[in-house]
């Protein structure tokens, strides 16, 4: 019997060729939705943060199941991508009020303040994160879940939520790595093999995930909804450092990627 990653690799090689390779289902981390890698911050107990740097096993993982190629893009005609767009836009607000719903005792008002939005509070998982960090992870895994249950039956097979994928500055190429490989490598305590990937909140393809149609990232502010947030620039020491995320996105992806705000709605 063939290797588990060889079988991934196998697998995803059909798909590819059949152009039918459905979306993930797989829920991605909490902790990995900011910034595109599960290690720009390591929020483990420090006797396991050595682990993250990753191993053979991971390295071994990645070079026989991830795709390779250049990016193809076929862009999203209208009225379909006015579709998506406010199916998105409709997730992120259904995302935030019923997360600031939960929270409704921890505000003074509706809606945080800046001083609560900078709170330190103990998350789901028992870590001390601010109000702030709280609440968009949060809000992330609702708009996922929205975005999941409508994009399922607007375009079954061709999306795909939370993808990784990595890019290579030099040659031009990108790869996707399947979200079976993903999983794989966290469970094997190689995260770290992750560093430097780009995770867009949702891809949309054709069928193949490197022939992509339109990239979407939500954006979940705080305390305020009165203007779109700038993308975020990668930290110094990062693989993409003094870059921002939306210039990697389109250096990576093709696609100019777009901004997707509650309230406010989607901004490429």
């Not at 079988?7 to 981390?29: D, E, F, K, Q, W």
């Not at 975005?147 to 097979?157: E, H, I, N, S, Y």
């Not at 399947?178 to 949309?204: F, K, W």
């Amino acid at each position: 019997m063939l290797p588990r990653h060889s079988r991934y690799a196998l697998i995803l090689l059909g798909c590819v060729l059949l152009g039918g390779c459905a979306a993930t289902s797989n829920p991605r981390r909490a902790e990995t939705y900011r910034l595109d890698t599960v290690t720009n911050t390591c929020r483990q107990p420090s006797a396991n943060c050595a682990a993250l740097a990753g191993g053979e096993a991971g390295s071994s993982i990645l070079a026989s199941a991830a795709v390779t190629g250049y990016v193809v893009v076929h862009a999203l005609e209208n009225p379909e991508r006015d579709l998506i767009d406010a199916t998105l836009t409709e997730c992120a607000d259904l995302a935030r009020s019923e997360v600031l719903l939960r929270h409704r005792q921890d505000f003074a008002s509706p809606s945080p303040t800046r001083e609560e939005c900078n709170q330190q509070v103990t998350d789901a998982a028992g870590r001390r994160v601010s109000r702030s960090m709280q609440l968009g992870t949060e809000m992330h895994l609702e708009a996922r879940k929205c975005a999941q249950k409508r994009l399922g039956k607007l375009r079954p097979g061709r999306f795909s939520l939370e993808p990784h994928y990595r890019y290579d500055p030099q040659s031009g190429q990108t790869k996707h790595i399947p979200d079976d490989d993903v999983e794989a490598l966290r469970e094997s305590g190689n995260q770290g093999e992750l560093r430097g990937t780009l995770v867009p909140d949702v891809v949309i393809h054709t069928g193949n995930p490197l022939h992509i149609q339109a990239v979407y990232d939500f954006k979940f502010p705080c305390f305020h909804l009165d203007g779109m947030p700038k993308w975020e620039t990668y930290p110094s020491g990062h693989p993409h450092q003094k870059f921002n995320q939306g210039e990697v996105y389109q250096a990576a992806l093709k696609a100019p990627p777009a901004r997707v705000v509650p309230r406010i709605g989607v901004e490429r």
